[in-house]
C-alpha cells in the first residue's frame, strides 16, 4: 500500500533515423545530475541493469525506477516514504526531465491491464494542499489497517533489510517511535483534521525546501542509517556527512529551529575519527540492540553500533570488545535428529577440557567455550564456538571475547540466534 506515480513515455525517434536506437540511461542520468543542486546531489545515487536505470533521489525513499521498452520508457516510484513535498519535487522534475529529453509522458493512459498516472492526482490539479490530504488520506488508512488487524512493532516506509529493533514499541518509521494511541487517533479522524500527524510523520511535508524538510531529513538518518561508530567506508562517512550538513542547513534558514544537538555533536566527532560517548537519546536506532538477518534465513541480536563485514562466506559483525561470526550451512542428508545433530557437532576427545553449553531456547543447540591463545598475532581471548540446527539447517557461530567478565553476554547472544 503506497503512494507514487506510475507512467509511460514515448521517446521521440532521432530526425533522419530509419531505425529505433535504444533509449540509453545515461542521458537520463545526466539530466537529473545537473537538474539537482545543493544537498540533493549529495542525496544522488544510480545503479542500472540491463533495462532498468534505477535512481535514488533522496536517502528515505526507494529509487526511481526508470524501465526501457522498445521505444518507450516506464517511470514508477514511490513518494509517501518521504511525503507530499517529495511527491511534488518528482513530478516537476520528470515532467522537465520529458519536455527536455523529448519523452512524451502519458500521465493519465489506460493501456490493456496498465494503468499510467499520478496516484495522486498532483500532476493534473496542482494544488499541493490537495495533495497534502492524499498523502493524509494514505496516512490515515495505514493507521485504521493496523489497528484493526492487531499488530505492533510495524515497519513503516523503512528499507528492505534493515535490522528490526528490540524495544517494545507499536510502531516504527524513519522520523521516530509511534504509540498504538497515536494510530488510533489519527485513523478515527478525517484527512483534513489530521494535518498535524502530517508534519509530525512525514520527511517533507512542506512544499519546497525549507529548514523542516532538512531536519525531519536530518532525523531520518540519524535514525535509520547512523553507524554511531567511526565510519569504516566511504558510504558510512557519506551517511554522517549528510546528517551534518542536513542540520547545517536547517540552522541556516531558520537560526532559532530546534535541533537534536547532542547527536549533531557525536556525529561531527565521529566524523573527525573522534571516539566519543553516544549520548542516550530519542533519536538513533542502531544505539539499540537490534536483530540482523543472516544467511538461511537465520537471526542473531547484536547491539545496532557493530562493524559488519564478510570475510570470504562468513559474515562477521565486530566492535572494540566482541567479534562474531556467523556461517550457515544446509544439510544435505539429515538422518539424525536437530539434538541429536548438534550433540555429535563438536568432537568431544578434540575439544577436552572446553565447557559445553546446551541451547537455552527451543531450538536444539551445543556449544563449546574455550581459552585461546594466539601466538601469530599475539593476542589472548575466550572463544564460544555453537551450532543451532532447525530444519536441515545449522547456523555455526564464532563469538570471541577478551575476558570471562562478557562470557555472559557471549551465551546470550548465541542464544538469540533463531530462524
Same mark, same amino acid.
Given at each position: 500500500?503506497?503512494?507514487?506515480?506510475?507512467?509511460?513515455?514515448?521517446?521521440?525517434?532521432?530526425?533522419?533515423?530509419?531505425?529505433?536506437?535504444?533509449?540509453?540511461?545515461?542521458?537520463?542520468?545526466?539530466? =537529473?545530475?545537473?537538474? !539537482?543542486? *545543493?544537498?540533493?546531489?549529495?542525496?544522488?545515487?544510480?545503479?542500472?541493469?540491463?533495462?532498468?536505470?534505477?535512481?535514488?533521489?533522496?536517502?528515505?525513499?526507494?529509487?526511481?525506477?526508470?524501465?526501457?521498452?522498445?521505444?518507450?520508457?516506464?517511470?514508477?516510484?514511490?513518494?509517501?516514504?518521504?511525503?507530499?513535498?517529495?511527491?511534488?519535487?518528482?513530478?516537476?522534475?520528470?515532467?522537465?526531465?520529458?519536455?527536455?529529453?523529448?519523452?512524451? #509522458?502519458?500521465?493519465?493512459?489506460?493501456?490493456?491491464?496498465?494503468?499510467?498516472?499520478?496516484?495522486?492526482?498532483?500532476?493534473?490539479?496542482?494544488?499541493?494542499?490537495?495533495?497534502?490530504?492524499? /498523502?493524509? *488520506?494514505?496516512?490515515?488508512?495505514?493507521? +485504521?489497517?493496523?489497528?484493526?488487524? %492487531?499488530?505492533?512493532?510495524?515497519?513503516?516506509?523503512?528499507?528492505?533489510?534493515?535490522?528490526?529493533?528490540?524495544?517494545?514499541?507499536?510502531?516504527?518509521?524513519?522520523?521516530?517511535?509511534?504509540?498504538?494511541?497515536?494510530?488510533?487517533?489519527?485513523?478515527?479522524?478525517?484527512?483534513?483534521?489530521?494535518?498535524?500527524?502530517?508534519?509530525?510523520?512525514?520527511?517533507?511535508?512542506?512544499?519546497?525546501?525549507?529548514?523542516?524538510?532538512?531536519?525531519?531529513?536530518?532525523?531520518?538518518?540519524?535514525?535509520?542509517?547512523?553507524?554511531?561508530?567511526?565510519? =569504516?567506508?566511504?558510504?558510512?562517512?557519506?551517511? /554522517?556527512?549528510?546528517?551534518?550538513?542536513?542540520?547545517?542547513?536547517?540552522?541556516?534558514?531558520?537560526?532559532?529551529?530546534?535541533?537534536?544537538?547532542?547527536?549533531?555533536? &557525536?556525529?561531527?566527532?565521529?566524523?573527525?575519527?573522534?571516539?566519543?560517548?553516544?549520548?542516550?537519546?530519542?533519536?538513533?536506532?542502531?544505539?539499540?540492540? /537490534?536483530?540482523?538477518?543472516?544467511?538461511?534465513? #537465520?537471526?542473531?541480536?547484536?547491539?545496532? +553500533?557493530?562493524?559488519?563485514?564478510?570475510?570470504?562466506?562468513?559474515?562477521?559483525?565486530?566492535?572494540?570488545?566482541?567479534?562474531? +561470526?556467523?556461517?550457515?550451512? &544446509?544439510? !544435505?542428508?539429515?538422518?539424525? @535428529?536437530?539434538?541429536?545433530?548438534?550433540? @555429535?557437532?563438536?568432537?568431544?576427545?578434540?575439544?577436552?577440557?572446553?565447557?559445553?553449553?546446551? !541451547? %537455552?531456547?527451543?531450538?536444539?543447540?551445543?556449544?563449546?567455550?574455550?581459552?585461546?591463545?594466539?601466538?601469530?598475532?599475539?593476542?589472548?581471548? #575466550?572463544?564460544?564456538?555453537?551450532?543451532?540446527?532447525?530444519?536441515?539447517?545449522?547456523?555455526?557461530?564464532?563469538?570471541?571475547?577478551?575476558?570471562?567478565?562478557?562470557?555472559?553476554?557471549?551465551?546470550?547472544?548465541?542464544?538469540?540466534?533463531? +530462524?
Amino acid at each position: 500500500m503506497g503512494l507514487g506515480i506510475y507512467i509511460k513515455g514515448e521517446v521521440s525517434k532521432p530526425l533522419f533515423s530509419l531505425k529505433k536506437q535504444p533509449f540509453e540511461f545515461s542521458v537520463i542520468q545526466k539530466y =537529473i545530475t545537473s537538474y !539537482s543542486f *545543493g544537498l540533493f546531489k549529495d542525496f544522488l545515487s544510480f545503479s542500472e541493469d540491463e533495462n532498468t536505470l534505477y535512481a535514488t533521489l533522496h536517502p528515505c525513499e526507494e529509487p526511481v525506477y526508470f524501465t526501457r521498452s522498445e521505444n518507450a520508457i516506464i517511470c514508477s516510484a514511490k513518494t509517501n516514504s518521504v511525503g507530499p513535498g517529495y511527491h511534488a519535487y518528482l513530478v516537476e522534475l520528470i515532467e522537465k526531465l520529458g519536455e527536455d529529453l523529448k519523452i512524451q #509522458w502519458q500521465w493519465d493512459l489506460e493501456e490493456g491491464e496498465e494503468f499510467y498516472q499520478d496516484e495522486t492526482g498532483y500532476y493534473q490539479h496542482r494544488n499541493y494542499e490537495q495533495l497534502q490530504l492524499e /498523502m493524509l *488520506g494514505w496516512l490515515r488508512a495505514l493507521c +485504521r489497517t493496523y489497528d484493526e488487524d %492487531g499488530s505492533k512493532q510495524i515497519m513503516v516506509s523503512l528499507p528492505a533489510g534493515i535490522p528490526r529493533l528490540r524495544l517494545d514499541y507499536f510502531a516504527l518509521s524513519p522520523v521516530g517511535i509511534w504509540s498504538k494511541e497515536w494510530f488510533n487517533k489519527v485513523g478515527s479522524l478525517e484527512p483534513e483534521d489530521i494535518r498535524w500527524a502530517g508534519e509530525e510523520f512525514f520527511v517533507w511535508w512542506n512544499k519546497g525546501m525549507d529548514a523542516k524538510f532538512y531536519k525531519q531529513t536530518g532525523i531520518a538518518l540519524l535514525n535509520v542509517e547512523c553507524p554511531w561508530h567511526i565510519a =569504516i567506508d566511504d558510504k558510512e562517512k557519506k551517511i /554522517m556527512s549528510m546528517i551534518d550538513k542536513c542540520f547545517e542547513q536547517a540552522r541556516k534558514i531558520d537560526p532559532f529551529i530546534e535541533l537534536p544537538e547532542e547527536d549533531w555533536a &557525536t556525529v561531527k566527532s565521529l566524523l573527525a575519527e573522534t571516539d566519543t560517548d553516544i549520548p542516550k537519546t530519542e533519536y538513533g536506532y542502531r544505539k539499540h540492540l /537490534m536483530t540482523f538477518d543472516l544467511a538461511g534465513n #537465520w537471526l542473531i541480536d547484536l547491539p545496532g +553500533r557493530m562493524y559488519e563485514a564478510t570475510d570470504e562466506s562468513t559474515l562477521v559483525h565486530y566492535d572494540h570488545i566482541h567479534t562474531v +561470526r556467523s556461517l550457515a550451512y &544446509t544439510i !544435505s542428508d539429515m538422518e539424525k @535428529t536437530d539434538a541429536e545433530f548438534a550433540e @555429535t557437532f563438536f568432537d568431544n576427545t578434540e575439544n577436552a577440557g572446553a565447557e559445553t553449553i546446551y !541451547s %537455552g531456547t527451543d531450538i536444539a543447540g551445543k556449544a563449546i567455550i574455550y581459552y585461546t591463545i594466539d601466538k601469530e598475532l599475539e593476542s589472548e581471548y #575466550w572463544t564460544l564456538q555453537g551450532v543451532k540446527v532447525k530444519d536441515n539447517r545449522f547456523l555455526l557461530s564464532t563469538i570471541c571475547y577478551p575476558t570471562e567478565e562478557y562470557k555472559g553476554w557471549a551465551i546470550q547472544t548465541w542464544n538469540s540466534v533463531r +530462524r
